[in-house]
């Protein structure tokens, strides 16, 4: 268990550093085909609507953008797992707190972890006026 | 793996039918005491916070807010498991889409499953315009 927690947080630390690095391939990794995601704004379906929704945050990223782990709580079975991770994101003389909520499901496939279920979010007060 | 799906789906079935009666007991029964939760508007933790954060939002949906889970899917190993569901949430002659999203992470305890975290969001367009 302390092996498959050790895997799943190295997993998603390196999915980071690939957001940060504007790598597609590298965010797409060790992803489901199957992954459902409640993007920010959306939701997903599939590997390939998954990997559609990445470039135009990534130029956003490129402006300045922070996406920085601030905190990752793994809990791991032996073949299903669950994370929940805090991040700082957003133009960085702005967002010095870590606002983004992010959970991800995972399960075993051969032996190795990947990525089903990922769910982006940030608080909101009056979700009513949030509408856009 | 089979038995332990259904036992995480009628969990949180009978969790969601405490939630529209407004019994709290019934919603926080079958809750970690490190429960992790993020909720549409803060991050909480700790059982305590989590039925404090109840009562609010039973006032709003005795005004006649639906409440109903519209998809549900589960994924469980022997003693982790996470789940996603969509929800219709929101003044019934206006909320016909399943608009929140909740995933479920939960992990078995004493050969019992638990909710050890919630993460609650609706889909927004603009983060940032939706602060405050």
Redesign the interface.
Known sequence: MIDDERQVRTLIERWAAAVRAGDLDGVAADHADDI?M??????LRGIEAYRAAWPPFFGWLAQGVAFDIRSL?V????????A?A?LRC?PAEEEREARL?I?F?L?KEDGRWVV??E?H????????????
């Open positions: 459902v409640h993007d920010v704004p959306e939701n709580e809990t791991a079975g032996a073949d299903v797992a669950y929940h805090l957003g909520r959970t499901g399960r089903a279920h769910h979010s940030f608080p909101v007060v009056d979700p009513v006026a949030a509408e856009g």
